[in-house]
């Protein structure tokens, strides 16, 4: 990668480094996995529920 530190301040607010970028991404990642598995798992018992 590039030699010069990712450190960004948005608005000011907080520091935004690649170790916090990483950490936001990975907890995006994590949430939308955890989403998808409840999602499969409730339209496959309404599927069920239908057919019977």
């Known amino acids: 990668m590039c030699e010069r530190p990712l450190d ?7 520091s935004l480094s690649r170790s916090n970028l ?6 995006s990642a994590t949430y939308m996995v955890v989403f998808l598995q409840f999602h499969l ?5 309404t599927h069920r529920n239908c057919s019977t």
């Open 22 to 27: 990483l950490a936001l991404m990975s907890a």
């Open 41 to 45: 798992a409730d339209s496959d018992a």
């Open 8 to 14: 960004m301040r948005p608005l000011g607010l907080y």
